[in-house]
């Protein structure tokens, strides 16, 4: 009986989450942005590799991956951020919160649907812009770049997942996508925050939102850590603010 | 039209939400010239800038839709819409500056300015502030220097031209569609 309750929840959470026209934006970007950015930039790639300034040509394929990672951020804020929108303009108190904890009054079972449900969308997210990507470097770039390792590609995933799970994390903190999507966005484009403060302090490097990039990329800024531990440190810190963000709506009025 | 332009600067200084982004604004720049960064600290603080122009220009449409109410009251909607560009402006010039004077380069101020006022456009246009967000910062911080590194030859338009261009589009969308 508990074990059907919770699949169910977790087909409810998908449901839902597959019904919202901004969660499809996060899908379709996270699928496009990563083989589209291999076939952009295919021909700066192979004069780099040839003069020899693109530094470990098994990080090449994988280096795409990271602009993918926008579709996991949306993803992981509208599976918050939607709950608490409010359903009609005439209406501004009515929100689908109260509809959701009605049905499902225990606030952790429904912080872990939606964590499960999320993961889930997020993995084969993951999954597919994965190998598009890295055959499509194959096919574009061929023999310049060493075959991709499984291993790592599987790390990638990884990487997504907790990052969509890191950005649920957050906006189960702040109840506020602003908040979450400026922190996370701003951190994966030139200007990042994070890697501002490596320059700082080498401990920056673990960081969650950058440490997690050492799973699968050789090269990440000046400071080298093993696959392992950035993968351990990474589900620490996401587990730690998922705790964080679940306690917090337990005990917060919704 | 003075006195809906004074509206609507009432409207954009009694927000707690642009203070609150203001001050997180200031801090984070302020923080960050300790760092002290090799692109300088403007940058970063044009995040704050950008997200300052989409709330300022969202904030009516969110629960509630005040913007109905605001429509109720100034019917003309190219009346209401100017008068919402030139109050944004007069209102942010002076904390850009500040922001920009924080920030160490009082001469970004003019673009910082244009900045915000495009992401307002974005905002008018989308109507829906964490969607503008999400679309503005990735344009700007991911879009934009991805396309001027895999194109550097071609000349694009400079940044008024830009911002001119988004003001047209959001006043065009604004007066045309229903509220």
Known sequence: MVKSGMVNLV????????????????????????????????????????????????????????????????????????????TGEDA?????????????????????????????????????????????????????VPPADPGRAAAAVLYWVLLGLLSYALTLIFRNGIVTLTVLIVNSSVVSVSYLLTKVTPLAAYLPDIVGAHMFL???????????????????????????????????EA | ????????????????????????????????????????????????????????AGHEYQAGGQIRTSLLAVPRRPLLAVAKIAALAVVAAP????????????????????????????????????GATGVVLTAYEIGVPLIRTHLPDVAWPTSPVWTAAAILISVATFCRREA
Not at chain 1, 116 to 122: D, F, H
Not at chain 2, 40 to 55: D, E, H, N, S
């Open chain 2, 95 to 130: 904390f850009v500056l500040v922001t920009a004077l924080l920030a160490g380069e009082p001469g970004a101020t003019g673009g910082l300015l244009l900045d915000l006022l495009l992401a307002a456009a974005v905002g008018t246009v989308v109507r829906h502030p964490v």
């Open chain 1, 218 to 252: 050789n090269e990440v800024g000046d400071v080298d850590i093993a696959p392992l531990t950035a993968g351990l440190v990474m589900t620490a810190w996401v587990t730690a603010l998922l705790g964080l963000g679940a306690w917090l709506f337990e005990r917060r």
């Open chain 1, 92 to 144: 501004p108190r009515a929100r689908q919160l109260t509809t959701t904890l009605t049905a499902m009054p225990r606030r952790y079972r429904l912080v872990a649907a939606k964590a499960v449900a999320l993961s889930l969308l997020v993995a084969v997210q993951g999954a597919i812009t994965a190998v598009a990507t890295l055959v499509l470097t194959e096919v574009v770039l061929g023999p310049l």
């Open chain 1, 11 to 86: 087909q409810a959470e998908l449901r839902k989450l597959l019904w919202l026209p901004t969660a499809w934006v996060g899908l379709l970007l996270g699928l496009v942005a990563a083989p589209a950015l291999v076939l952009v930039s295919a021909g700066g790639t192979r004069r780099a590799i040839e003069e020899g300034i693109a530094g470990d040509p098994s990080d090449t394929a994988f280096q795409p991956l990271g602009i993918g990672l926008l579709g996991a951020l949306i993803l992981g804020v509208v599976a918050v951020s939607s709950e608490y929108t409010s």
């Open chain 2, 1 to 56: 039209m003075i006195r809906t332009a004074y509206a609507e600067g009432l409207k954009l200084v009694t927000l707690p939400s642009l203070r609150l982004t203001l001050a997180l604004t200031w801090a984070v720049v302020l923080l960050l010239r300790l760092a002290d960064p090799a692109g300088g600290v403007v940058p970063y603080a044009r995040i704050g800038t950008l997200v300052l122009g989409v709330l300022a």
